[in-house]
């Protein structure tokens, strides 16, 4: 179905609810900070409702996004890196490098990574922004993961979550060791 035939309450419908979530709005938050109506927004995001151009800027400007977002239709992002793709950056204190798989798009807060390490050097990395979370799994081999004082021995299907605000360190026990990355901003 093409922008053109799509029905356009159902548009508006799936795009109200995405960004509404998106923000963390309940239906009355937004409603209270678009300055509508709670019943008014509950049956434009049933597809039901007729909207005015002006209840659609007021909703956009309350969900701090343009208002043609709210009549776009949203499609599937489908995105493949094969082994070896990906914009890479080796560190300067350890045999260690970074690819960057997906960066952080403008609706989420974090970026996905696939390190590639030797043994025999720790990565130290300082203290990112505040209120940092980083994920990391093992897909391949063994390492001390976590916050500088203690890190956690992992091993192949392990995960370990901690907070990036802090100093923290992965040295690789085995060559090759492979890990995924999910930082939270």
């Not at 509950?42 to 007021?58: F, H, K, R």
């Not at 080796?90 to 045999?95: M, P, R, T, W, Y």
């Not at 043994?119 to 300082?126: F, V």
């Not at 992992?154 to 060791?177: M, S, W």
Request: aromatic fraction near 4%; proline fraction near 5%.
């Amino acid at each position: 179905m093409t922008q053109s035939t799509a029905d356009p309450k159902k548009i508006i419908s799936a795009s109200l609810q995405r960004e509404r979530l998106k923000k963390g709005y309940s239906l009355g938050k937004l409603a209270k900070v678009a300055g509508v109506s709670k019943s008014t927004l509950s049956q434009l995001e049933a597809g039901v409702g007729n909207p005015s151009i002006e209840t659609l800027w007021s909703l956009s400007t309350a969900l701090e996004i343009p208002f043609s977002v709210l009549l776009e239709q949203q499609k599937p992002i489908v995105q493949v890196l094969r082994k070896g793709e990906g914009t890479a950056v080796n560190s300067g204190q350890a045999d260690y490098k970074a690819i960057l798989l997906a960066n952080c798009p403008a609706s989420a807060r974090r970026d996905l990574y696939l390190t590639l390490v030797q043994p025999d050097e720790i990565h130290h990395s300082q203290p990112h922004s505040k209120g940092t979370i980083e994920h990391v799994i093992i897909a391949q081999g063994r390492a001390l993961v976590g916050l500088e004082e203690e890190p956690i021995e992992l091993n192949p299907g392990d995960y370990i979550c901690y907070p990036g605000d802090q100093a923290h360190v992965f040295r690789a026990l085995e060559k090759n060791t492979m890990a995924v990355f999910v930082t939270e901003h």
